[in-house]
């Protein structure tokens, strides 16, 4: 009776850590070759704790709060500090389990470390504050053995604080996805996606509605791999506010109206001039637009006791901060191998491209090129520390500018993981 007690009792942990960085950067704002680049030291001191709950086949939840202070010493204006907070939990049975999630982060665009992986990150040179808050509930359910649904929902909202360039605007992002897969065979697992998301810049009086259908597959090869393959089409319907969506020609003498032509029918979608005898006016109102395209995605992972690596690409449609859905390319690499108990050597590779499908009126859409080659070097100093060096080479290109900008950084991290204290009752 006392074994079983213990089965089942509730273990609740607190894992704290500390992590601290030094580094020289000769770039820090991203700026374009021409525009006079700067460079300097900064250091960043980033606390956190964790603390997760679990009663083993009942529930779970956790909270995660992260703390990230960067000071540079010759830049000012970028300098930044940001708070991420990520709350999970879930309620599980023999055949079904529901979660929630939920998480808040107050983060400035100006971070080149590229936290996040948002399109617009580190393209402005202008320190600006952005405050994320997003909840995504979910629900699977195991039909059998081999068979698994889930649904969820996920709310997401973005707002900026000190904008300092009015190319940024506030949206909010609603989406809800329904998965299912089943195991036809051994090694082998088919899936079925269905996603529905909703897009809405009041500020850009821009909106998009898209829908995606895709089949999923995954192989595992043996024991230490599997390779992943999505397939799919995406349809796209947006509305675009205050257009110009036609031309009205008037008689100046008597202010009649003679007629109203669509803007399609002028061949360079301006209005003509007006004469002597007629004013002619554009007509707003919202213009509506369709775009269709393919999703995909792959994936190739391999681990052992000493190496793992892998790669990963794929195609999506991604919200905008500037008032726009762009359609995003992405390929990364990674490479670690563990050299001795306590020595490991990783590299990593990506490239990023973005393209605006439909924008708003007289908005920037940023479509840029980015890749980034980071090798780095980490070592155990003991069960609590550890230090890694990293060297970290950005080429961002802005296609709309047509300037290019390139950063070299040099970074020493120091990780501290406190000892977890745990309870159980």
């Known amino acids: 009776m006392f074994l079983v007690a213990g089965v089942e009792a509730a273990e609740w942990k607190t894992e704290p850590s500390l992590f601290l960085r030094t580094q ?41 709060a992260r703390g990230k202070i960067t000071k540079f010493q010759d830049v000012e204006d970028a300098d930044s500090e940001n708070i991420f907070l990520n709350f999970d939990s879930g309620r599980q049975t023999e055949r079904s389990e529901w979660r929630l999630s939920a998480s808040y982060e107050d983060n400035s665009n100006f971070d ?54 009015l190319n940024y605007k506030d949206y909010k992002n609603n989406s809800a996805q329904f998965v299912s897969y089943w195991l036809p065979q051994e090694n082998h697992q ?7 998301s909703e897009y809405d810049s009041p500020d850009a009086s821009f909106s998009y509605d898209q ?36 031309c009205e020609a008037i008689l100046r003498q008597t202010g009649e109206s003679l007629s109203t032509e669509p803007i399609e029918n002028f061949a360079d979608g301006v209005c003509p001039a007006s004469n002597l005898f007629i004013d ?11 775009d269709e395209g393919a999703v995909t ?38 490479f670690s191998i563990k050299n001795t108990e ?58 709309d500018a047509d300037e290019r900008s390139v950063s070299n950084s040099l970074f020493v991290n120091l990780y501290l993981h406190w000892p977890r204290l745990t309870t159980t009752y």
Do not use: C
């Not at 997003?134 to 997401?156: D, V």
């Not at 088919?190 to 529905?196: C, I, W």
């Not at 990963?312 to 390319?329: D, I, K, L, N, Y």
């Open 24 to 64: 020289y950067n000769d770039n820090v704002s991203m700026r374009a070759e021409s525009d006079d680049p700067q460079g300097s030291t900064g250091f960043t001191l980033d606390p956190r704790v964790k603390f997760v709950g679990v009663e083993q086949r009942l529930w779970d939840l956790s909270l995660d």
């Open 112 to 165: 080149t470390d590229f936290d996040t992986q948002r399109p617009d990150a580190g393209l402005i040179d202008d320190r600006t504050q952005s405050i994320t808050t997003s909840i995504s509930p979910s629900f699977n359910w195991s039909m059998s053995e081999n068979s698994q649904i889930r649904f969820s929902i996920n709310a997401t909202d973005v707002k900026y604080e000190e904008v300092l360039d």
């Open 190 to 196: 088919l899936g079925f996606t269905v996603n529905y």
């Open 211 to 246: 829908s995606v259908i895709q089949v999923d597959y995954t192989y595992t090869i043996n024991p230490t791999s599997d390779i992943s393959l999505s397939l799919g089409g995406r349809k796209l319907e947006s509305v675009i506010g205050n257009a110009v969506t036609g």
């Open 280 to 290: 002619v006016s554009p007509v707003l109102g919202e213009l509506e637009n369709s």
């Open 297 to 334: 995605n792959f994936s190739y992972n391999n681990k052992t006791e000493t190496i793992e690596h892998g790669f990963s690409g794929g195609r999506t449609v991604q919200p905008s901060s500037f008032g726009s859905a762009q359609e995003v390319w992405q390929a990364t690499y990674k």
């Open 342 to 399: 306590r020595f490991t050597t990783k590299l990593l590779i990506d490239a990023y491209k973005t393209e605006a499908i439909t924008a708003a009126l007289n908005s920037a859409t940023n479509d840029n090129k980015r890749y980034r080659f980071e090798p780095s070097i980490s070592y155990k100093l003991n069960k609590n520390w550890n230090i890694d060096v990293l060297y970290r080479y950005i080429n961002l290109d802005r296609d």
